[in-house]
């Protein structure tokens, strides 16, 4: 009998101990499998963050890259304005000095003033031109460099009293100033609507 006690004992303290053991083994287990669920989670938060501020950093750097390429569209309408006006004086008083009597020209305005001052405006259309160069199309910052290049020949010519070859190009550096106007509105509009999708 006694045998059968400790036999018995032996079974319930083995099974107390395998229960035990099993239990401490199934705790060890889901605390590990808890741990490796936290580093997996906290790799996917990290890559998830630094996705985040790559996303962020490029939506700065567009924002920033629209904003300056609206800027020079706007220094370049401005520049256009001065042009205009200043070819505008320039072809009125070459007209007006071919037209008048050398004897009546006193009272005229001097072309050669008119010119100098169209290349002084030339010159800042220019260094716009080389910030639109880096920020917009290129079909627009060739065709600022084409005209601005006519201008400054146009200018030159008429600031050393030749006339009649600056007259010669006053149609093209007028169809080139419409032509720009139409070339800003265009990538304004691009600007624009790229303005309203920007994130």
Sequence with gaps: MLHFFQDGAIVVVSSGVGAFIGAYLKKKGENYATKEDIQILVAQVAAVTETTKRIEGTITHEYRRWEIRKEVLFELLEKYGLLDDALNRLVASVTASAL????????????????????????????????????????????????????????????????????????????????????????????????????
């Design 100 to 199: 008048t009597p050398k004897e009546q020209q006193e009272s005229l305005s001097d072309p050669n003033e008119k010119a100098v001052a169209l290349m002084n405006v030339n010159r800042e259309f220019m260094i716009v031109c080389m910030k639109a160069r880096v920020t917009c199309t290129p079909e627009l910052t060739n065709h600022v460099v084409r005209i601005g290049t006519v201008i400054s020949q146009a200018a030159s010519l008429a600031t050393h009293g030749q006339f009649k070859e600056a007259q010669t190009r006053f149609d093209e550096m007028r169809s080139g100033l419409k032509r720009l106007t139409d070339l800003i509105s265009e990538e304004l509009d691009s600007v624009t609507h790229a303005g309203v999708q920007r994130p």
